[in-house]
């Protein structure tokens, strides 16, 4: 599989998560934040077997808990918004320490809370043990529209060139005395962003002649045929099957 | 179309002539047949129509008049597929060439898209990199090579679909001797019939028997390179020429 394009949230390490095929995961991810946002808010204790599953899964993965923490902070415009929610929402209030709650509004935050983390978490293990690549070839064989996973495929690959673009149109810029301070400079760099979006454009009628050279006619062929097997299909929706019966448990108690 | 035999040549243009959408016409009747095997250089000076009929060759662009015979298969929409298969056109920037995401996913593009699979797919991979000596960077992303590099592995994208005529487009530009040189060397080492558009003359004596002035749209000139390389006359009735201090006629070529 293709060593390239480490993204900054992969962790590398031979595991056996890290040794799934990558759809297997991505469904199993997927159907573990379905369940999670179908259990009921005042089930506190399936969230706190949901957490130790995460936690199961983390160990087998080798990801330390300090990297999955660190990864976690994505998470904190929701908290923000979770906090605000006692203080907004309507409804019969509760004192604490002299402020008075909503609390409506403090079930709304846990729930916002408890889930998102949650999903986050998942989501966080997912991308520290596979990688950006795999995770496309996942999509594809997901039968995601072959459309968006070629535009998101084309983004990885292009991504560089175009960043390239822009430093070198940059230095050119500054090069002959221009430096960008306040409203005034704008137009320059409208300028600039208007003639980036030309080069791109060139560049990709340039990029579809040499595919169409190669025999492309429409679709992307298959060059990394990803199977799973039943035992690794398995393997993969532990996680997933084990959260459904807590969140049935969760509904039933 | 006759059976294909050894006669049958690699790459057979006759008559053919193009005007762009706006009106400029590019080509002028242009003819030539190149042999199973050759090497043949195409020189001419900028905007001589050399790219125009490059794309010509594999059907991308298509004929006002005339024809494009490869090996005994007319170009045209009827036999298209198969003739991208066997025309093999390096584009001058590799970057334009090399649009997957790892050097390997790229060599394989047109044979998967040929229907080559498994086994089989992994093979020809395998031998493209390594006919270009570049097996052992299989699994980087293209944009981490250098120049030198993605010019030797857009060489091997094409040859992993195991051409009759590999066609390259300026393929010494923008290499430092060495990547030049080693270039070179694994243009010789091929047994496909090659095509090379290049403004580096000394290149085309090195690599090209046999050569063709494209000018203002028509072959303008067919022979050996050194001849052709010689005739000052020519040369300058035809914008080309030699760097400073470069006499083709005291360079003995191998080739
Ligand atoms: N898309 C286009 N539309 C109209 N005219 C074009 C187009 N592309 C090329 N031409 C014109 O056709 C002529 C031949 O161009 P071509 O690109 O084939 O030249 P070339 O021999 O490859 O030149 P160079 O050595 O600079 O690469 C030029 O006069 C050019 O201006
Ligand atoms: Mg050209």
């Known amino acids: 599989m293709g060593a390239g394009h480490a993204h900054r949230l992969y962790r590398h390490a031979h595991s056996p998560v890290h040794a799934l095929p990558p759809h297997t995961k991505l469904a199993a991810v997927f159907a573990f934040v379905v369940v999670v946002v179908s259990t009921p808010r005042e089930a506190v204790w399936a969230f706190a077997v949901y957490a130790v599953l995460l936690a199961l899964v983390a160990r087998y993965a080798r990801v330390p808990a300090g990297f999955l923490l660190k990864r976690l902070l994505i998470e904190v415009p929701f908290v923000a918004f979770a906090v605000l929610m006692p203080f907004v929402a309507r409804g019969e209030r509760v004192d604490v320490l002299g402020l008075s709650l909503s609390v409506n509004g403090l079930w709304g935050a846990w729930n916002v809370l408890a889930k998102g983390t949650l999903g986050v978490a998942a989501s966080v293990l997912l991308a520290a043990t ?90 992307m062929p298959v060059i990394d045929e990803v199977t799973a097997s039943r035992a690794q299909w398995s393997y993969a929706l532990a996680l997933p099957l084990t959260a459904l019966v807590v969140c049935l448990l969760g509904w039933a108690l | 179309m006759g059976p294909v035999t050894a006669e049958t040549p690699s790459l057979d243009v006759s008559g053919l002539a193009f005007a762009y959408p706006d009106g400029h016409q590019a080509l002028f009747g242009v003819d030539f047949r ?5 090497r043949v250089a195409l020189l001419g000076p900028n905007g001589a ?60 593009f047109g044979p998967a898209a040929a229907g080559i699979k498994g086994a089989e797919l992994e093979a020809r991979v395998r031998g493209a990199l390594e006919q270009v000596g570049m097996a ?26 195991e051409p009759e005529i590999l066609v390259l487009d300026e393929p010494s530009s923008n290499l ?69 201090g470069f006499d083709p006629r005291s360079v003995t070529t191998s080739a």
Not at chain 2, 76 to 97: L, S, T, Y
Not at chain 2, 213 to 228: R, Y
Request: glycine share 8%; proline share 5%.
């Open chain 2, 49 to 108: 129509g050399k790219t125009t009929l490059v794309l010509h060759l594999n059907g991308i662009l298509t004929a006002g008049a005339g024809s494009v015979t490869v090996a005994g298969l007319p170009v045209g929409r009827r036999h298209m597929a198969e003739i991208r298969r066997k025309v093999g056109i390096v584009f001058q920037d590799p970057d334009d060439q090399l649009f997957m995401p790892t050097v390997r996913e790229d060599v394989a």
């Open chain 2, 136 to 161: 052992d960077f299989a699994d980087r992303p293209p944009h981490h090579l250098s120049f030198g590099q993605r010019r030797r592995v857009a060489v091997a994208t094409v040859l992993a679909m």
């Open chain 2, 34 to 38: 190149i042999g199973r095997g050759e």
């Open chain 2, 176 to 244: 430092d001797p060495a990547s030049r040189r080693e270039l070179a060397d694994i243009l010789r080492s091929l047994d496909v019939t090659v095509l090379m558009v290049t403004h580096d003359l000394p290149y085309a004596l090195e690599l090209c028997p046999r050569s063709l002035i494209l000018s203002d749209g028509v072959i303008a000139a067919d022979g050996p390179t050194g001849e052709l390389l010689s005739d000052d006359v020519l040369m300058r009735a035809h914008r080309l020429e030699l760097p400073f």
């Open chain 1, 130 to 219: 596979t990688e950006l690549r795999e995770l496309l070839l996942g999509l594809q064989r997901l039968r995601l529209p072959p459309l968006l996973v070629q535009i998101a495929s084309f983004m990885i690959r292009y991504g560089d060139v175009i960043t390239d673009e822009m430093r070198r149109m940059r230095i050119a810029r500054e090069s002959r005395g221009f430096e960008a301070r306040g409203v005034r400079h704008w137009g320059v760099l409208a300028k600039s962003a208007g003639a980036l979006f030309i080069r791109s454009y060139e560049r990709g009628e340039r990029v579809h002649l040499a595919m169409v050279s190669r025999g492309y006619a429409g679709s």
